[in-house]
C-alpha cells in the first residue's frame, strides 16, 4: 500500500527565504507525481505535475524534482513571499485513471 | 487548466437530512471523477470512483448507501449524503483527469450538519 510523507508539518520562514519541501513515498512503481497549493478552507491548485520518466518541472519560481527510485520529491520555492503562505500537498498516482495518494501537506507561513 | 466547478461551496443542514453536492467538468467531458473527503489537519481520503453510466467505486469502509454517488453524464456526477449525522461534517471535493494524467481539482464543500 502506497504511503505518502511530508515532513515537517508546518513551516514558518522570512520573506525572501528560499525554501524546499520535502515529500516520500513507499512505493516507487508511480506513474506521476503532482504538487498542490491548498488555502484555508478551499479547493486544492495543480502546482507541477513530474511523470515518472522526468527529473523535474518548473513554474515561475517553484521547481519541483522526482528521485523516483529513492521515493523522494521536493519542491523548490525561490523569493518566498507572504502571498506563497498555504498548504502544500504532494500526491503521486500508480497508473493513467488511477486515484491520488496525498500526503498530510505542508502548512507554509511565510512573515512579511 | 482545466475547470472543475463544484457546489455548493458550504451547506449547512440538520441531522438526519440528505444533502446533494455537485462536481461539474466546465470545458472537459470527464468518463472518470474522484469524491474525496479531508479531516482538519488530514489528508484527502479518496472516498469513491464516479464512472460516467456505471456505478461508482467505493473504497473500503465508505458506505455506498450513505454516500451516493450519480454521474449520470460526462460533465456531472453528484455526491448525495443521505441521513446526515454531525460526524458527517467535513470537507468534500471532487477531482477529474481531463487528460488520463493530470488531476484538477473542485473548489471543494463544507458540510456542517446541526
Known amino acids: 500500500k502506497q504511503e505518502v510523507t511530508q515532513i515537517p508539518a508546518a513551516l514558518s520562514v522570512p520573506e525572501g527565504e528560499n525554501l524546499v519541501l520535502n515529500c516520500s513515498f513507499t512505493?516507487?512503481?508511480?506513474?506521476?507525481l503532482q504538487w498542490f497549493r491548498q488555502d484555508p478552507g478551499k479547493g486544492l491548485t495543480s502546482l507541477l505535475l513530474i511523470q515518472s520518466s522526468q527529473r523535474e518541472q518548473t513554474s515561475g519560481r517553484l521547481n519541483a524534482s522526482l528521485d523516483k527510485s529513492s521515493g523522494r520529491s521536493t519542491l523548490y520555492i525561490a523569493a518566498s513571499q507572504p502571498g506563497d503562505s498555504a498548504t502544500y500537498l504532494c500526491?503521486?498516482?500508480?497508473?493513467?485513471?488511477?486515484?491520488?495518494?496525498f500526503g498530510k501537506g505542508i502548512t507554509l507561513s511565510v512573515r512579511p | 487548466g482545466a475547470v472543475v466547478s463544484q457546489h455548493p461551496s458550504r451547506v449547512i443542514c440538520k441531522s438526519g437530512t440528505s444533502v446533494k453536492i455537485e462536481c461539474r467538468s466546465l470545458?472537459?467531458?470527464?468518463?472518470?471523477m474522484f469524491w474525496y473527503r479531508q479531516f482538519p489537519k488530514q489528508s484527502l481520503m479518496l472516498m469513491a470512483t464516479?464512472?460516467?453510466?456505471?456505478?461508482?467505486?467505493?473504497e473500503q469502509g465508505v458506505e455506498k448507501d450513505k454516500f451516493l454517488i450519480n454521474h449520470a453524464s460526462l460533465t456531472l456526477s453528484t455526491l448525495t449524503v443521505t441521513s446526515a449525522h454531525p460526524e458527517d461534517s467535513s470537507f468534500y471535493i471532487c477531482?477529474?483527469?481531463?487528460?488520463?494524467?493530470?488531476?484538477?481539482f473542485g473548489q471543494g464543500t463544507r458540510l456542517t450538519v446541526v
Open positions: 500526491a503521486v498516482r500508480a497508473g493513467a485513471n488511477s486515484k491520488l495518494t
Open positions: 477531482s477529474a483527469l481531463p487528460y488520463a494524467t493530470e488531476a484538477f
Open positions: 512505493d516507487s512503481a508511480i506513474y506521476n
Open positions: 464516479s464512472n460516467e453510466g456505471s456505478k461508482a467505486t467505493y
Open positions: 470545458d472537459f467531458q470527464a468518463t472518470t
